[in-house]
């Protein structure tokens, strides 16, 4: 284990091995941090038990401060790494990752963000998982968007496709997508892939690459964890404009892959969701039957009602079918936006310009 540097904070550390090291990298979390160690302080028991690592990327609010005095009244061992106090003072999720696997003491990494909410079971689901499947090396968790009003239904809505996607695909062996506020991956196989070499120039991305990573390394070692136990929930953007700059900053490593199947991905879904508006502006210039039109639209929106109809009963949100045409209608000028300001990849996020 690495020499834990003096500025870090630990409380009953115990002797033995946790199960599971669980690692939140946090930047201006002071308000949301509580809510999450509630959750923690709430799990199940699981054998080995857990310790949590929360690195604090250069707040400028009482993020520390919540977690200095959370880690005296804690059940578990509650460690603070200041970027700041690293070599070079690095920033972002990366680096913090980084930071906090180097001192992790668990060879299982559970990772989350600072604004999210885990049900009791959270962390007993994967060590389920990790128990039966001794194969397993990377594990990605399901993500519900929480929120009231038609905005945070359709982001709900478009992440519950995301997530039946990223299912999918690790269900057929070709991994193309997951979400870092839920996955878990085995420490030493982090460093056996080099970590997040090749793409420390992108911010954003520490789930994604190194979901490829693992899978070229290790085909067949990526599970999904379908159970309820599982849903990670976190607020959905409140205004357009945040919710424009995430996407962004989402799209923007789209271009940085180094295999091809997300890309391809990626070109089909924008290319399915023109349907309607370039079948529109066919019929409108006279060159396609009306009836052609909307058949090809039906015939989408079914095709999404069958992918979502399952995911969205997983997440217990089937209601939310009835927005499957709302969101195709708003999906291509949505898609095409942000995949294009995506390219350019620049973008500001947390009181930064990044790129």
Same mark, same amino acid.
Request: net charge positive; proline share 6%.
């Given at each position: 284990?690495?020499?834990?540097?003096?500025?870090?904070?630990?409380?009953?550390?115990?002797?033995?091995?946790?199960?599971?090291?669980?690692?939140?990298?946090?930047?201006?979390?002071?308000?949301?941090?509580?809510?999450?160690?509630?959750?923690?302080?709430?799990?199940?028991?699981?054998?080995?038990?857990?310790?949590?690592?929360?690195?604090?990327?250069?707040?400028?609010?009482?993020?520390?401060?919540?977690?200095?005095?959370?880690?005296?009244?804690?059940?578990?061992?509650?460690?603070?790494?200041?970027?700041?106090?690293?070599?070079?003072?690095?920033?972002?999720?990366?680096?913090?990752?980084?930071?906090?696997?180097?001192?992790?003491?668990?060879?299982?990494?559970?990772?989350?963000?600072?604004?999210?909410?885990?049900?009791?079971?959270?962390?007993?689901?994967?060590?389920?998982?990790?128990?039966?499947?001794?194969?397993?090396?990377?594990?990605?968790?399901?993500?519900?968007?929480?929120?009231?009003?038609?905005? /945070?239904?359709?982001?709900? %809505?478009? &992440?519950?496709?995301?997530?039946? @996607?990223?299912? #999918? +695909?690790?269900? =057929?062996?070709?991994?193309?997508?997951?979400?870092?506020?839920?996955?878990?991956?085995?420490?030493?196989?982090?460093?056996?892939?080099?970590?997040?070499?090749?793409?420390?120039?992108?911010?954003?991305?520490?789930?994604?690459?190194?979901?490829?990573?693992?899978?070229?390394?290790?085909?067949?070692?990526?599970?999904?964890?379908?159970?309820?136990?599982?849903?990670?929930?976190? /607020?959905?953007?409140?205004? %357009?404009? &945040?919710?424009?700059?995430?996407? @962004?900053?989402? #799209? +923007?490593?789209? =271009?940085?892959?180094?295999?091809?199947?997300?890309?391809?991905?990626?070109?089909?879904?924008?290319?399915?969701?023109?349907?309607?508006?370039?079948?529109?502006?066919?019929?409108?210039?006279?060159?396609?039957?009306?009836?052609?039109?909307?058949?090809?639209?039906?015939?989408?929106?079914?095709?999404?009602?069958?992918?979502?109809?399952?995911?969205?009963?997983?997440?217990?949100?089937?209601?939310?079918?009835?927005?499957?045409?709302?969101?195709?209608?708003?999906?291509?000028?949505?898609?095409?936006?942000?995949?294009?300001?995506?390219?350019?990849?620049?973008?500001?996020?947390?009181?930064?310009?990044?790129?």
């Amino acid at each position: 284990m690495p020499h834990l540097p003096q500025d870090l904070t630990e409380t009953a550390p115990g002797k033995s091995t946790p199960a599971f090291s669980i690692l939140i990298a946090a930047r201006n979390e002071a308000g949301n941090l509580p809510c999450l160690l509630r959750d923690l302080a709430d799990q199940l028991l699981v054998s080995g038990g857990f310790e949590v690592i929360i690195v604090d990327d250069h707040s400028t609010d009482a993020t520390a401060e919540v977690v200095q005095e959370a880690a005296q009244r804690l059940p578990f061992p509650v460690r603070l790494l200041p970027l700041a106090g690293q070599p070079g003072a690095p920033t972002g999720k990366k680096a913090a990752v980084q930071a906090a696997i180097a001192v992790a003491r668990a060879p299982w990494l559970l990772l989350t963000d600072a604004d999210c909410r885990v049900p009791v079971g959270w962390v007993q689901a994967y060590a389920r998982l990790v128990a039966t499947n001794a194969t397993a090396r990377f594990i990605s968790g399901p993500v519900l968007l929480t929120g009231a009003g038609w905005l /945070a239904t359709l982001q709900g %809505l478009e &992440l519950a496709g995301l997530v039946g @996607v990223g299912a #999918a +695909s690790i269900g =057929r062996s070709a991994p193309t997508m997951c979400n870092g506020a839920n996955l878990a991956y085995r420490r030493q196989d982090f460093y056996a892939v080099q970590g997040f070499r090749g793409n420390e120039a992108v911010a954003s991305g520490d789930d994604e690459f190194l979901l490829h990573k693992l899978h070229a390394a290790f085909p067949g070692s990526i599970r999904f964890l379908a159970d309820p136990q599982a849903v990670v929930q976190t /607020a959905a953007q409140p205004t %357009l404009r &945040l919710l424009l700059r995430q996407r @962004v900053r989402w #799209a +923007s490593k789209w =271009r940085h892959y180094q295999t091809r199947t997300p890309q391809r991905l990626a070109v089909l879904v924008l290319l399915a969701n023109l349907t309607f508006p370039v079948g529109a502006g066919l019929w409108a210039a006279g060159l396609v039957p009306g009836e052609i039109v909307g058949l090809s639209w039906a015939l989408k929106l079914l095709a999404d009602a069958l992918l979502l109809g399952p995911v969205l009963g997983f997440l217990g949100r089937r209601r939310w079918l009835w927005w499957v045409p709302v969101l195709q209608l708003a999906y291509a000028p949505y898609a095409l936006l942000t995949g294009l300001a995506g390219l350019r990849g620049s973008y500001q996020w947390k009181g930064r310009q990044l790129r």
